[in-house]
């Protein structure tokens, strides 16, 4: 117990220190430190094999996107992912504005749960 | 079961993240590992029904149709305008005012739950004016719940949440 307090007292200590780095030194420690870039891409390739996994589950109802597919705000797949991030989220503040007027109020029944917090 | 409302900017970086799992920028890679622990946790997870309304017409696209497996429609109830009138007035604006009264005052589908747990967004001033006003805001809500019928007067203040500090907290953290 008193050793995990420890490691994890040495953990925070150089997160505290790694959090004061520019972007260049980043890079310098992960030259220094190879393993920091080989844990970081095995759990990125781990949560993309996850989410593939969960799409393939769909297969038979659903398919994969294809540039040319209609998508969101009128436009394809392709021309969509081509868009800046500030266009995409322009896109969809125009459409959810849309959305929420016309939304219906729903009656919460007596016994409804409320969130614990 | 804890229950969670993705703002609609969290639901877009999700399908967007799916669309292009080859090419994560370091936001849609926290958006996807905030979305997988959330599963793996069993929680009940939401989206705002106006955010199901734009995906809902590409549920033939698998990425899509695989987002909107695990989410549920969190929809408006009687006293969701009223309350976001009264948010304005502590500086959020019309659509974070709506989505964080969506959270207090929102139910499912059949009407059987109201408010949820967390809200989680990207939106970082938001997030900032949610914790600056906190302890004014519970106190707003107990005053406007004081008068209402019942569950109404039951809502309670869901917490406002970004993904990095969910992803990067325990899982315990996830437990309420």
């Known amino acids: 117990m008193a050793m995990t307090d420890v490691a994890s007292r040495h953990v925070w200590q150089v997160a505290e220190l790694v959090q004061r780095l520019d972007r260049d030194e980043i890079r310098e420690l992960i030259r220094l430190v190879p393993r920091l870039q080989r844990e970081v891409t095995g759990e990125r390739s781990g949560l993309v094999q996850w989410a593939r996994e969960q799409m393939a589950q769909y297969a038979d109802e659903a398919r994969p996107m294809r540039g040319e597919d209609a998508f969101v705000g009128d436009t394809t797949v392709g021309a969509y992912f081509a868009l800046p991030e500030a266009e995409r989220e322009r896109i969809w503040d125009e459409l959810y504005a849309t959305a929420i007027e016309t939304a219906r109020e729903r009656e919460v029944k007596p016994d409804a749960v409320v969130s614990a917090r | ?176």
Do not use: C
Request: aromatic share 8%.
């Open chain 2, 1 to 176: 079961m804890p229950s969670f409302l993705l703002d609609k900017s969290v639901a877009r970086r999700i399908v967007e993240a799916l669309g292009h799992l080859d090419n994560l920028s370091p936001e849609e890679e926290l958006v996807l590992d905030l979305w997988r622990q959330l599963q793996v946790e069993e929680a009940r997870l939401f989206i705002p029904v106006g955010a199901l309304h734009i995906l809902q017409r590409f549920e033939r696209l698998i990425e899509v149709r695989t987002f909107l497996a695990t989410v549920e429609p969190l929809e408006s109830s009687r006293y969701v305008k009223r309350w976001a009138r009264r948010l304005r007035e502590y500086g959020f604006t019309r659509e974070d005012a709506l989505v964080l009264a969506l959270a207090t005052y929102g139910t499912d589908s059949i009407g059987g739950i109201l408010g949820v747990d967390t809200l989680i967004t990207l939106d970082r001033p938001f997030f900032n004016n949610f914790q600056t006003h906190r302890a004014e805001l519970q106190s707003r809500l107990a005053a406007m719940t004081d008068g209402l019928p019942e569950p109404y007067s039951n809502a309670r203040l869901p917490v406002v949440q970004h993904p990095e500090e969910l992803v990067h907290s325990a899982p315990a953290h996830f437990r309420h």
